[in-house]
């Protein structure tokens, strides 16, 4: 006999989610709890894995281009390599490579943009940063010294309406006397690489050979400091400290954390809250089960009488509802997974059909002119779990209710 009612919970829950109640009304709210839970999961899939496709973003683009650790001289450095072999006895150093950095402004054809200026040595360059790996036109090894040849981002080579082979003038931020009087200082370059990392840095950054960028700085010959490349980006604050104290007062440094590091924690709290706020559209949906359960009990209580008088335990009554409120569960979840795993993964697509048919750009105020998407598995089956667990435990309350009927009563009023 325990051998057939193991069996008939899942027979009659099945049976009683694939009938038409009499009620319709029933009918609906059932139904609305699967898509509510559908929606719910395909929604929270979604949101987190454009939530990780920022994170790495800002991981292997911005970081990518950003320092992660640099140190600078408080005088000129005569020897970068030299300062690069005091610092190579630490195994969290990846690459280290020289820079000379200065801000000024570019003009082409009056255009005119503000723009990072970093002098760099293209070779050392690639092992520290991903600019080589994402040349849109030409090559990072056209930096020859002495050419006053520069490299643009594809944003402010677009700004400034230049292309290669054009001569752009940099204009800095220091004047000089002359017998016309007080001039800014001018330099012309010609253009002959342009980057595209698809980030903000492409609107901000223009690479030059260092030993150009010296001679406009006046320091012929020398470098600021040399950047460092980390295998482990989190440790450069750390890494950073023990520096200072290693080099002494003649060397200070910096890490990425100060320039970007409000940025990382930002997107790791958002992720966060928007994974507890829209897991409320599960529990919306779990709230829904209850409710179509309770009113599919208070319907069927003339059923749960017959089959109490025919023999079932109380446990078996529990057991049926609690399978037919499973399903409902499982399938909205099941269903919500794959239309979340496929919009995760055509996002971004998405986006760009939005911009392209509304000629319009949802993303230029962002650190990323795009929308990136990751999906990730292990989120995946987070959310299934979770959702599973609160879709079972919704069902937990009506079939205790159904359990609780008795046949006497119920078959009163039938």
Same mark, same amino acid.
């Given at each position: ?45 979604? *949101? ?81 940063? @991903? ?32 292309? =290669? ?42 690479? *030059? ?23 482990? =980006? ?58 179509? +359960? ?29 399978? +037919?409120?499973?399903? @409902? ?76 009927? +008795? ?8």
């Amino acid at each position: 006999m325990r051998c057939m009612f193991r069996p008939l919970s899942f027979y009659v829950g099945l049976r009683y989610t694939g009938a038409r109640a009499r009620n319709s009304f029933i009918s609906v709210i059932t139904l609305i709890s699967a898509l509510g839970l559908m929606l719910g999961v395909a929604v929270l899939i979604t *949101v987190l894995s454009v939530m990780n496709g920022f994170d790495r973003e800002l991981q292997t683009r911005i970081l990518g281009m950003v320092t992660h650790l640099s140190v600078h001289g408080r005088e000129p450095v005569q020897d970068w390599q030299a300062l690069a072999n005091r610092l190579d006895h630490h195994d969290q150093i990846e690459a280290a490579a020289p820079f000379v950095q200065l801000e000024g402004m570019l003009t082409h054809r009056g255009n005119v943009a503000g723009a990072l200026i970093n002098g760099i040595e293209p070779e050392a360059e690639r092992k520290v940063s @991903i600019v080589g790996d994402f040349m849109h036109q030409g090559e990072l090894e056209s930096l020859a010294p002495g050419e006053f040849d520069v490299v643009l981002g594809y944003g402010l080579a677009r700004r400034l309406g230049a292309e =290669l082979g054009d001569k752009i003038t940099l204009v800095l931020p220091e004047a000089t006397i002359s017998p016309a009087g007080v001039m800014p200082r001018f330099k012309r370059f010609t253009v002959t690489g342009i980057f595209r990392v698809r980030a903000e840095v492409d609107s901000l950054y223009a690479y *030059v050979n260092m030993a150009d960028a010296a001679k406009l700085a006046r320091q012929a010959g020398t470098v600021q400091g040399v950047r460092l490349k980390l295998n482990d =980006l989190f440790s450069a604050s750390n890494l950073g400290w023990k520096l200072q104290q290693e080099l002494g007062p003649n060397y200070y440094t910096s890490d990425w954390t100060r320039s970007h590091g409000n940025l990382f924690q930002a997107i790791k709290m958002e992720k966060t809250m928007m994974t507890l706020l829209l897991s409320f559209i599960v529990a919306v949906a779990a709230f829904n089960i209850i409710s179509s +359960q309770v009113m599919l009990v208070t319907e069927k209580r003339g059923n749960i009488a017959v089959l109490r008088t025919l023999g079932a335990s109380p446990g078996t009554i529990m057991r049926i509802f609690m399978v +037919q409120g499973t399903l @409902i569960g499982v399938a909205g979840t099941l269903l919500g997974t794959v239309l979340g795993v496929l919009l995760a993964t055509n996002v971004s697509n998405i986006a760009e059909w939005v911009e392209r048919t509304f000629n319009t750009r949802l993303f230029d105020a962002y650190f990323v002119n795009y929308l990136p998407s990751e999906l990730q598995w292990s989120d995946v089956g987070t959310i299934v779990g979770i959702a599973l667990f609160i879709s079972f435990s919704a069902t937990l309350y009506p079939s205790w209710r159904a359990s609780r009927v +008795q046949p006497a009563e119920a078959l009163r009023y039938e």
